[in-house]
């Protein structure tokens, strides 16, 4: 059974960090391109960082450049996602995906085949 799993999330104040982890199971997640996103209430599901499968490119959105970043590791099947300096505005439900296609980073989550079930995220000013 193919698993994407996300940790992490919780309660921060605004300046603050989080990690969130991503722990893929079920198939080989080595070669496919990784990507974090979130949906706030009423919000559609944005993209928020993505990683190419050997870690040497990653793109994030401009919201978060500068604040969060994304790395993996394939030996343990994990992608994480460092959050600094957070905002009020990054309270949201975060998803970790896994496109298994295209092969390069791309921001639209029709492309991602595998997703989790989510880590809520809320920011307190």
């Known amino acids: 059974q193919v698993q994407l799993v996300e940790s992490g999330g919780g309660l921060a104040q605004a300046g603050g960090s989080l990690t969130l982890s991503c722990a893929a199971s079920?198939?080989?997640?080595?070669?496919?391109?990784m990507g974090w996103f979130r949906q706030a209430p009423g919000k559609e599901r944005d993209f928020v960082a993505g990683?190419?499968?050997?870690?040497?490119?990653?793109y994030y959105a401009d919201s978060v450049k500068g604040r969060f970043t994304i790395s993996r590791d394939n030996v343990k099947n994990t992608v994480y996602l460092q959050m600094h300096n957070l905002k009020p505005e990054d309270t949201a439900v975060y998803y970790c995906?896994?496109?298994?296609?295209?092969?390069?980073?791309?921001?639209?989550?029709?492309?991602?085949?595998?997703w989790g079930q989510g880590t809520q995220v809320t920011v307190s000013s």
């Open positions: 079920g198939r080989t997640f080595s070669r496919d391109v």
């Open positions: 990683i190419g499968w050997n870690a040497g490119t990653a």
């Open positions: 995906a896994a496109d298994a296609r295209s092969g390069t980073i791309t921001t639209m989550p029709r492309w991602y085949d595998y």
